[in-house]
T-cell receptor
Framework: DAGVIQSPRHEVTEMGQEVTLRCKPI?????LFWYRQTMMRGLELLIY????????DSGMPEDRFSAKMPNASFSTLKIQPSEPRDSAVYFC???????????FGSGTRLTVV | AQSVSQHNHHVILSEAASLELGCNYS??????LFWYVQYPGQHLQLLLK??????LVKGIKGFEAEFIKSKFSFNLRKPSVQWSDTAEYFC??????????FGDGTTLTVKP
């Protein structure tokens, strides 16, 4: 199994631009999570899906953030417009509820200048 | 709502010293418990998990954790740390919901 796959690994963009982060979960996992990690705020849960349906998006910081999961093998996190304070590492994770533990992707390091 | 407390924010040890990282959670029902490790510049990886049965759980790389239900604790231990154990360690708890609640993490620095 290739694990959770995120792309791109690094993204540098200018303030105001749209950014799209992508995630392919492990096949058969029925939960998908988007986290953001910074030194100041630590690990923050942004949104999570169960069977492609958004369950809790209360962690999404603003309307500039949106996430979709059109099918079981793909999810996107979009920031439009991006701001310097969005700079962080964004992790996607998936899990199979019956088997516990999260599997995290390698993350996308986003820098907004 | 459940919460997870990791009381040690930063632990510094010399190689070969023993390690114990504290984790307490607040939830009165059935829980599933996890420890994750994040090496510098990398993503979180599962170290070990407890679902049921023997409260002493063994994980990868010589780590173990003990679930003490009466104390709402799930402390992580390793008898002899190595320089390569330098990382951040996160405790997490799952209840009936699909998501885990993570602690704030403990940074472990092992001096060679």
């Amino acid at each position: 199994d290739a694990g959770v796959i995120q792309s791109p690994r690094h993204e540098v963009t200018e303030m105001g631009q749209e950014v799209t982060l992508r995630c392919k979960p492990i096949s058969g996992h029925d939960y998908l999570f988007w986290y953001r990690q910074t030194m100041m705020r630590g690990l923050e849960l942004l949104i999570y899906f169960n069977n492609n349906v958004p369950i809790d998006d209360s962690g999404m910081p603003e309307d500039r953030f949106s996430a979709k999961m059109p099918n079981a093998s793909f999810s996107t996190l979009k920031i439009q417009p991006s701001e310097p304070r969005d700079s962080a590492v964004y992790f996607c994770a998936s899990r199979n509820y019956d088997r516990g533990g999260y599997t995290f992707g390698s993350g996308t390091r986003l820098t907004v200048v | 709502a459940q919460s997870v407390s990791q009381h040690n924010h930063h632990v510094i040890l010399s190689e070969a010293a023993s390690l114990e990282l504290g984790c307490n959670y607040s939830y009165g029902g059935t829980v599933n418990l996890f420890w994750y490790v994040q090496y510098p510049g990398q993503h979180l990886q599962l170290l070990l998990k407890y679902f049921s049965g023997d409260p002493l759980v063994k994980g990868i790389k010589g780590f173990e954790a003990e679930f003490i239900k009466s104390k709402f604790s799930f402390n992580l231990r390793k008898p002899s740390v190595q320089w390569s154990d330098t990382a951040e360690y996160f405790c997490a708890v799952n209840t009936n919901a699909g998501k885990s609640t993570f602690g704030d993490g403990t940074t472990l620095t092992v001096k060679p």
